[in-house]
């Protein structure tokens, strides 16, 4: 019987849904989340009720920026051989109201989690989350991990930029096998409510007004949570190779950038309803166009997305109807 996995951040919208991929193929599962207020706790505690199903699935609340908890988990349930590292403290606008927040879970979890990971015997792999928001302001397209990243424009980023530093110094010392994954503009069904599909179709549906930024002038590589999910799975299941540093960076995305406008067109349609548009200025932090080069993805793992947003969003606006009685 192979290790159990040991997911970070399981209540989580990506983590759940690697989560229950990885029991669906019969794999052990220990998932641990700080269940923090971030957004709605019931989100997240019904997504555990949904991995609950599973025999071997095991949820214990933790924080990983706590050191001596996280001690007590690889003693008691441990040790883990790999690691999907998905906990974060989310959003690019939040941080620029709670910074702390995102040095506490960002960086001293990603911390903590390294550590575990170095003084374990015969570890395999750590696959990690990132972010394309790393990428800041480089306006050459599509991102590839070659381009520099040394502009980050919110502290979000800033930390995403750091945990991946931080693993290339640990797989230099200790020789960990890491990837980080940096993934672009996640969607799908247990969505997370900060996120722009879920605020639009809240805000259609109930006829109130949508934020669009800067006057809807926006472009994104919208990825699809079951794509997501085949790049970290794949990833996982190929770790870089022993010699030299065994850490890589890739990107996962839909390889193609969407303009906002046609996205909430999408919205409009399946809801039934014209949105009533709030246009706005630029955000701080944001970017304007995002755009991913999954090449390298593709050869070390064989990742190909395969969902546009033309069937990818009405799989969320199906879910949100069910899941919020609409």
């Not at 709605?40 to 706590?66: G, H």
């Not at 007590?72 to 040790?79: I, Q, S, T, Y």
């Not at 997370?192 to 930024?213: N, Q």
Request: net charge neutral; with cysteine; proline share 5%.
């Amino acid at each position: 019987m192979s290790d159990p996995v040991l997911v970070t951040g399981a209540a989580g919208f990506i983590g759940f849904h690697t989560t229950l991929r990885l029991l669906q193929r019969g794999e052990k599962v220990i998932g641990i989340d700080n269940l923090n207020d971030y957004y709605d706790v019931s989100l997240k505690e019904a997504r555990l009720e949904k991995l609950a199903n599973f025999t071997d699935f095991k949820f214990i609340k933790q924080d990983i920026a706590d050191k001596t908890g996280m001690e007590d988990l690889w003693r008691k349930h441990g040790p883990f051989k790999r690691v999907v590292h998905l906990a974060a403290q989310a959003g690019v606008r939040y941080s620029l109201q709670n910074p702390y927040a995102y040095i506490t879970s960002n960086c001293m979890g990603h911390l903590t989690v390294l550590e575990m990971c170095r003084h374990t015997e015969g570890f395999k792999h750590l696959v990690y989350a990132s972010s394309s928001s790393v990428y800041g302001g480089n306006t050459k397209l599509p991102f590839s991990v070659k381009d520099p990243v040394d502009n980050p424009v919110s502290l979000y980023a800033a930390t995403k930029r750091s945990d991946e530093l931080m693993s290339q110094a640990y797989s230099n010392l200790y020789g960990i096998q890491q990837t980080g994954l940096r993934f672009f503009t996640v969607y799908g069904p247990w969505g997370r409510p900060d996120m722009a599909l879920f605020i639009f179709t809240k805000a259609i549906s109930e006829g109130k007004k949508v934020p669009v930024f800067n006057n809807g002038n926006m472009k994104r590589d919208f990825t699809y949570v079951d794509d997501i999910v085949d790049g970290v799975l794949a990833t996982l299941d190929n770790p870089p190779a022993k010699e030299s540093v065994p850490h890589r960076v890739l990107n996962i995305g839909n390889t193609r950038s969407e303009n906002l406008m046609d996205f909430i067109h999408i919205i409009e349609k399946e809801i039934g309803k014209k949105a009533e548009m709030d246009m706005q200025d630029m955000q701080a932090g944001d970017v304007k166009e995002t755009y991913a080069d999954v090449s390298e993805t593709t050869a070390v793992s064989g990742f190909k997305p395969r969902t546009p947003i033309t069937e990818g969003v009405p799989r969320f606006i199906a879910w949100y109807k069910d899941y919020y009685k609409v």
